[in-house]
């Protein structure tokens, strides 16, 4: 089972529904710095809903595309980061970290052309930008030549109906965060090996990361006909059920990657995420004793899984358990100490709600 890498959808599925109280924003300008502050918090997809309204409300914001594009540039997701930068270059042709960035993205999919003319009207703009862009620039490609990307290139033109080569690619590329390029990757080895569940599965996993659930259920759940026992399979399925809102479909999912993992003994870790993940269904339909249940399963699996302990605490707050929930949170900071400001947000609304509960 893959890492769990997609970072926006694992605070959404860990936590929520629970959010602090922010003033909510007015104008277009309001929304952009709103959008900073969430950025420099690595709340990136409310980042990008903020610089997304803010260009609403203002089409000609050259800082907001700018923005968001940055996001999307940092969240992998380069296409779209790509059409933003274009769009602030346009509204403003003197943008010079604007084509330098975008000259990245395009490096990073392997347009080295287009990125090279970006690089050098990004300096004749801004000369101080050179030793940056050299140094991104030269990280870019050693991870390319590391991934093998160049090799796979050249098996293909050797071969164009090389589907090994088009899947270790597509690996490859989704690894350096083109997904774009990694879905027609995938695509073609579905092409020249319709039966290959292992490019349905791969290519769910990029549909995932792009946010396109729908897509993602789609291709697993094709993955699952070619191979029933497919556990990888069940498990992305079932996040993205979690994210669509079917909590049942998603139970459903983890009930079978839990058996599969258990019967063909998938490693610990792997067979804990699949506990973890059930409790955070579990908890979203409030089902608190059976989500408390899973999750003291996943840390059994592995005792270093502090979403695990995070996730439990919030179940035991919700029971009124409280002392418990203390030595969960305690455990969870300890284990990863960026959890700290969003477990103390989450606990807090929980007891809000408690107190305004009408009282028996």
């Known amino acids: 089972m893959r890492g769990f890498c997609f970072v926006a959808i694992v605070l959404l599925l ?79 042709p003197n943008d010079a970290k604007a084509y330098a960035v975008r000259g990245l993205a395009q490096l990073t999919k392997g347009e080295d052309q287009e990125a090279g003319q970006d690089f050098k009207r990004a300096i004749e703009l801004d000369a101080t930008l050179k030793s940056r862009i050299d140094k991104d620039a030269s990280a870019i490609k050693q991870r390319r030549n590391d991934e093998g990307i160049p090799e796979y290139d050249k098996a293909i033109a050797l071969n164009p109906n090389d589907a090994d080569a088009y899947f270790d690619r597509g690996r490859a590329r989704r690894r350096m965060g083109d997904y774009g390029g990694a879905t027609a990757d995938f695509t073609k080895v579905i092409a020249l090996e319709p039966n290959d569940a292992r490019a349905y599965d791969d290519r769910g ?63 610990n870790e792997e067979y804990a995420q699949a506990f973890n993940d059930r409790g955070i269904a579990r908890i979203d339909k409030g089902d608190y004793d059976g989500a408390i249940a899973d999750l003291t399963r996943a840390i059994t699996l592995n005792p270093d899984l502090a979403s695990a302990y995070g996730r439990r605490g919030l179940a035991q707050l919700n029971k009124g358990k409280d002392q418990e929930a203390e030595q969960d949170f305690r455990k969870a900071i300890e284990l990863e100490p960026g959890l700290k400001s969003v477990l103390e947000e989450s606990a807090n609304t929980i007891k809000q709600k408690r107190n305004t509960r009408p009282k028996p």
């Open 14 to 92: 860990l936590f929520g529904g629970v959010a602090a109280q922010e003033k909510e924003p007015q104008t277009a300008e309001d929304y952009y710095h709103r959008g900073l502050a969430r950025a420099n918090k690595d709340a990136l997809d409310d980042a990008i809903a903020d610089y997304t309204k803010a260009i609403a409300l203002n089409p000609n914001y050259a800082a907001a595309y700018y923005s968001r594009g940055l996001v999307r540039y940092l969240s992998h997701d380069l296409d779209r980061a790509i059409a933003d930068f274009t769009k602030a270059t346009a509204l403003n």
């Open 205 to 267: 996993f990029v549909r995932n990361l792009k946010g396109d659930f729908d897509g993602a259920i789609a291709d697993y759940t094709k993955a699952i006909a070619l191979d029933p026992k497919y556990a990888n399979a069940y498990y992305f399925r079932g996040l993205a059920r979690i994210v669509r809102g079917d909590l049942d479909g998603a139970i459903t999912d983890y009930d079978k990657a839990v058996s599969l993992s258990r019967k063909y003994a998938i490693p």
